[in-house]
């Protein structure tokens, strides 16, 4: 090296080059990024070249480019009759791009878990950055440009993914920031708290609570909070269960004899309608959205399903069940709440002020799997987090949006409430529940 920075270099041939030794460095930190660049271009994630891998495939493109008539196109030509069901193509192509906004647009794929042929299972992530799913595709081996069997779930973030834990310091800066630019986004508004044994140690408000009036959100302000009123319909019957005025195993018949259709009230327990394994399924439809104006009272909402087949026997099955419970202000949502007092039913509810152990134990344990590391309690989702026990309950309709989570032996509480659309409370507490430091 010379006195002036300069580094002589022999090139090939007769002639001599001198390079500035920061030139060099330059030149060397672009070939690496270069190379850098041309190894994450050779290694992303491929389908593979397969009838199921170009299933997967045209499902990705149509539902991320969020055109409903090439959608319904796909739909049309790629769909069986056992997927369709009798729904018109528009119709399922409409209703499968209601969600596409809520995860940011789409899909990445993330990793093929399993192929063949006829089957492809992958994982993809939501282009918002917060969310992860898992789907899986089969098809005809006698026609393999026809889809048999799609499913699409929300799935737990890949072990090699998951954020570093952070300290409470840490961890109340990072979410801050998180909701500072979401709120600036118009992508959240409401209040956060999270807790240790009982003593918030994060609890902020943003955005408004009335966007006309200009007045914003305090820990204070009321936010609807959709099913999560299912909890409290839980305990609400266990009481009544250690005060030996009823059984889980008591049928509909036995405690409203007067529901119009017998056969399913003597089948259906209390057992099943908890735990969203009676098959009666919903009551969300035509019918329902022309009359929810005038409904007053829980019988008003038998009319919508009473008399409908069972979706599968009772006990052989588990599907979301507001008809088990039913809604609006009632057993199975509707209510309003605040985040310190859905703190104060966290507490009360581990202190085992509302029932006593055994049943606190009963209704928030997980009795039906449903999703990755997560099952269905009494009213109570119950799931394992990073070793650590989590119970509670989501919410969500159009312009509502909530989430109580409970570490059950970690004392940790995240409660997130907000007045717009889902899924972005469930957004904020997962953010938040894979980020505390257990």
């Given at each position: 090296?010379?006195?002036?920075?300069?580094?002589?270099?022999?090139?090939?041939?007769?002639?001599?080059?001198?390079?500035?030794?920061?030139?060099?460095?330059?030149?060397?930190?672009?070939?690496?990024?270069?190379?850098?660049?041309?190894l994450?271009?050779?290694?992303?994630?491929?389908?593979?070249?397969?009838?199921?891998?170009?299933?997967?495939k045209?499902?990705?493109?149509?539902?991320?480019?969020?055109?409903?008539d090439?959608?319904?196109k796909?739909?049309r030509?790629?769909?069986?009759?056992?997927?369709?069901?009798?729904?018109?193509?528009?119709?399922?192509?409409?209703?499968?791009?209601?969600?596409?906004?809520?995860?940011?647009?789409?899909?990445?794929?993330?990793?093929?878990?399993?192929?063949?042929?006829?089957?492809?299972?992958?994982?993809?992530?939501?282009?918002?950055?917060?969310?992860?799913?898992?789907?899986?595709?089969?098809?005809?081996?006698?026609?393999?440009?026809?889809?048999?069997?799609?499913?699409?779930?929300?799935?737990?973030?890949?072990?090699?993914?998951?954020?570093?834990?952070?300290?409470?310091?840490?961890?109340?800066?990072?979410?801050?920031?998180?909701?500072?630019?979401?709120?600036?986004?118009?992508?959240?508004?409401?209040?956060?708290?999270?807790?240790?044994?009982?003593?918030?140690?994060?609890?902020?408000?943003?955005?408004?609570?009335?966007?006309?009036?200009?007045?914003?959100n305090?820990?204070?302000?009321?936010?609807?909070?959709?099913?999560?009123?299912?909890?409290?319909t839980?305990?609400?019957?266990?009481?009544?269960?250690?005060?030996?005025?009823?059984?889980?195993?008591?049928?509909?018949?036995?405690?409203?004899?007067?529901?119009?259709?017998?056969?399913?009230?003597?089948?259906?327990?209390?057992?099943?309608?908890?735990?969203?394994?009676?098959?009666?399924?919903?009551?969300?439809?035509?019918?329902?959205?022309?009359?929810?104006?005038n409904?007053?009272?829980?019988?008003?909402?038998l009319?919508?399903?009473?008399?409908?087949?069972?979706?599968?026997?009772?006990?052989?099955?588990?599907?979301?069940?507001?008809?088990?419970?039913?809604?609006?202000?009632?057993?199975?949502?509707?209510?309003?709440?605040?985040?310190?007092?859905?703190?104060?039913?966290?507490?009360?509810?581990?202190?085992h002020?509302?029932?006593?152990?055994?049943?606190?134990?009963?209704?928030?344990?997980?009795?039906?799997?449903?999703?990755?590391?997560?099952?269905?309690?009494?009213?109570?989702?119950?799931?394992?987090?990073?070793?650590?026990?989590?119970?509670?309950?989501?919410?969500?309709?159009?312009?509502?949006?909530?989430?109580?989570?409970?570490?059950?032996?970690?004392?940790?509480?995240?409660?997130?409430?907000?007045?717009?659309?889902?899924?972005?409370?469930?957004?904020?507490?997962?953010?938040?529940?894979?980020?505390?430091?257990?």
């Open positions: 090296m010379t006195a002036n920075g300069y580094l002589p270099l022999t090139s090939v041939g007769c002639c001599r080059l001198r390079f500035r030794l920061g030139d060099l460095m330059r030149l060397i930190k672009g070939l690496v990024v270069s190379l850098v660049f041309s994450l271009a050779t290694s992303q994630v491929a389908l593979p070249d397969t009838p199921a891998g170009k299933m997967l045209g499902w990705l493109e149509t539902f991320n480019a969020g055109d409903v090439a959608r319904a796909f739909i030509e790629h769909y069986s009759e056992a997927v369709l069901q009798g729904a018109p193509p528009e119709r399922m192509a409409r209703r499968g791009l209601e969600f596409r906004e809520d995860v940011g647009g789409g899909f990445d794929l993330y990793k093929v878990t399993q192929s063949s042929d006829t089957e492809i299972k992958a994982v993809l992530q939501e282009k918002s950055g917060f969310g992860w799913a898992a789907i899986g595709i089969k098809v005809d081996p006698s026609r393999p440009t026809m889809v048999t069997s799609v499913g699409i779930n929300p799935t737990a973030t890949p072990d090699e993914e998951r954020p570093a834990r952070e300290e409470q310091g840490a961890l109340t800066k990072d979410v801050d920031q998180l909701l500072q630019k979401l709120s600036a986004e118009d992508r959240f508004s409401g209040v956060v708290l999270i807790s240790k044994d009982g003593k918030p140690f994060f609890a902020k408000a943003y955005g408004l609570a009335d966007r006309e009036k200009n007045i914003p305090n820990l204070d302000t009321k936010f609807r909070i959709g099913s999560m009123n299912k909890m409290f839980s305990v609400a019957i266990a009481q009544l269960v250690q005060q030996g005025k009823l059984k889980y195993t008591d049928t509909l018949a036995a405690v409203l004899p007067d529901y119009p259709n017998k056969e399913v009230a003597a089948k259906v327990t209390i057992h099943q309608l908890l735990t969203h394994t009676s098959g009666l399924g919903d009551y969300f439809g035509d019918e329902f959205d022309k009359k929810k104006d409904l007053r009272e829980l019988k008003d909402y009319q919508f399903f009473a008399s409908e087949p069972l979706q599968f026997e009772p006990g052989k099955g588990w599907a979301y069940s507001n008809a088990g419970m039913p809604l609006m202000g009632s057993s199975a949502g509707g209510g309003d709440s605040t985040a310190p007092d859905l703190l104060r039913f966290d507490q009360a509810l581990r202190g002020k509302l029932i006593n152990a055994q049943l606190t134990e009963l209704i928030t344990t997980g009795k039906v799997d449903v999703g990755p590391r997560s099952k269905y309690g009494y009213g109570f989702e119950e799931s394992r987090e990073n070793g650590s026990r989590v119970v509670g309950h989501g919410g969500g309709a159009p312009g509502m949006n909530g989430d109580l989570r409970i570490f059950w032996d970690a004392g940790y509480t995240v409660i997130v409430l907000s007045n717009l659309s889902p899924p972005v409370a469930q957004q904020v507490s997962g953010y938040i529940r894979e980020r505390v430091k257990l």
